[in-house]
């Protein structure tokens, strides 16, 4: 069975199949057309963490394709009111596929061998793969295609950034990533997504000016995600010089767009002068968050059920 935890999970040709899939529904979706690809389906929203994109757009997706989703949280008690080798398999049984937005990525692997439908990760400490997903479908359409492009991400090295980096490295697209010492990525990381594209496609640096210069695209996350509040302090901080600001996007190319994953914290990573300018790409990228995961869901689906497509 196939399951989506992380976007090691694809190779760069499932990534391209699940784009293409989630170019076409939207395009449908723009028509007038809502095919029933998920008739009658269930799928499950079990999430530890707030969320607004995520959730929405899931459940959006699903009541478009004909499904059901079913928001769980906290009560239904995963990992707490009874072993994973009793609530797993039966969640899952009632499901035919399960979203997880989790505190403990561990927790989620942990999770998989008992499960028995296909998993997507909706966020964890580690991950974020469907971020990752609308981020590239929101670069291509923005850019006619992924050819020429290049990104920045400016700021903490997290979830965000990681999914990022592994979606750059399997796509070919140039990132730069600019974090001061401690908020960087361990090498080993980098080295590896650099060998598996067999050029240096991914680099890092304390730059932050250096990182974003030339780019066609530069992006940035909160400073501090979710469950890491008691660092707040520190982390303002120590991030302070890595704000995207009018100053920083003015070294990138002359019609660089700005990304962000959202929520996002004006006077902090970002200036209001530059999220809320015309250079600002965030409303897009966050409504290609339907359209991406419709594309993941579709292929998944199939991918897992071969004669019912
Ligand atoms: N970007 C994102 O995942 O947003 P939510 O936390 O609102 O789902
Ligand atoms: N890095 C952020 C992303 C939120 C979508 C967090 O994990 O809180």
Redesign the pocket.
């Known amino acids: 069975m196939r399951h989506v935890l992380s976007l090691f999970d694809l190779t760069a040709e499932e990534i391209g199949q699940v784009l293409d899939v989630s170019v076409k529904l939207k395009a449908d979706l723009t028509a007038g057309k809502r095919e029933s690809l998920l008739d009658n389906h269930v799928i499950g929203l079990l999430f530890e963490k707030p969320s607004l994109r995520t959730r929405v757009s899931f459940e959006t997706l699903t009541a478009q394709l004909g499904g059901n989703s079913l928001m769980l949280g906290s009560d239904v008690g995963w990992g707490s009111r009874e072993p994973l080798c009793d609530f797993m398999p039966i969640l899952t049984s009632y499901l035919d596929m399960l979203v997880i937005r989790a505190k403990s990525h561990a927790l989620v692997e942990e999770s998989l061998q008992f499960t028995q439908c296909p998993v997507i990760n909706g966020?964890t400490?580690v991950s974020?793969p469907c971020?990752a997903l609308a981020d590239i479908l929101t670069v291509q359409e923005i850019a006619g295609g992924l050819n020429d492009v290049s990104i920045a991400y400016i700021g903490d090295a997290?979830?965000?950034t990681y999914s990022l980096a592994i979606i750059c490295g399997r796509l070919g697209i140039p990132l730069n990533i600019g974090a001061p010492a401690g908020y960087q990525f361990e090498s080993s990381f980098i080295e590896q997504l650099n060998a598996d594209a067999g050029k240096e496609l991914i680099r890092q640096t304390d730059d932050a000016m250096a990182a974003a210069e030339n780019v066609s695209f530069v992006y940035t996350?909160?400073w501090t995600?979710?469950?890491q509040e008691a660092e707040s302090k520190q982390r303002l901080k120590d991030l302070a010089a890595y704000q995207v600001n009018e100053k920083l996007m003015s070294v990138a190319a002359a019609d660089a767009k700005f990304l962000h994953?959202?929520?996002a914290r004006r006077g902090e990573e970002v200036t209001s002068g530059v999220i809320d300018s015309p250079a600002s790409a965030i409303i897009q990228q966050a409504n290609n968050r339907l359209h991406a995961q419709k594309g993941l869901v579709v292929w998944l689906k199939n991918q897992n059920e071969p004669n019912s497509q």
Do not use: A, E, R
């Open positions: 966020l400490d974020h971020q997290n979830n965000v996350d909160v995600s979710m469950g994953c959202l929520p």
